[in-house]
């Protein structure tokens, strides 16, 4: 894995570079990814936020639960980042957001408990029903 990348939104008015690597790398099934997405999963890679650096633009922001904050391109609609207030100091990084998203393949897959019935993977990859921590599917 690179130890700096860049990315940004489909339209080019957010760019932003992290340095180092990732904590964790996975796709989500939850529903509330889906529905911000508009698709069936969604691609995350993790960084420590100090590691994290806008060089152009300003993303918009929401909260999607009380304690999630998402960020998004205003003028596009790119999602780009996910803040947990339980998990202060790390954001989550769309994955196909990065310029060189195959640098980053998933580890697992989160939030099977939520997934679509249509939706099946044959990738061997660790399935949990809710976070990492928990047992797998």
């Known amino acids: 894995m690179p130890a700096v990348v860049e990315g940004g939104c489909i339209c080019s008015a957010i760019r932003y570079r992290v340095t180092g690597h990732p904590t ?52 596009c609609g790119t999602p780009l980042t996910y803040e947990h207030r339980d998990n202060v100091g790390f954001v989550d990084i769309t994955t196909c957001s990065l310029d060189q998203p195959q640098s980053f393949p998933p580890t697992h897959h989160s939030w099977l408990s939520h997934d679509l019935a249509w939706v099946r993977f044959g990738d061997g990859l660790p399935t949990f029903q809710e976070w990492r921590h928990d047992s797998a599917a």
Not at 45 to 68: I, M, N, Y
Request: glycine share 4%.
């Open 24 to 75: 964790n790398s996975m796709i989500c099934h939850c529903q509330t990814c889906r529905r911000v997405s508009a698709s069936p999963v969604v691609a995350w890679v993790t960084f420590p936020a100090a590691q994290f650096h806008l060089l152009q633009g300003h993303p918009s922001a929401f909260h999607s639960s009380e304690p999630v904050r998402r960020t998004f391109c205003g003028s």
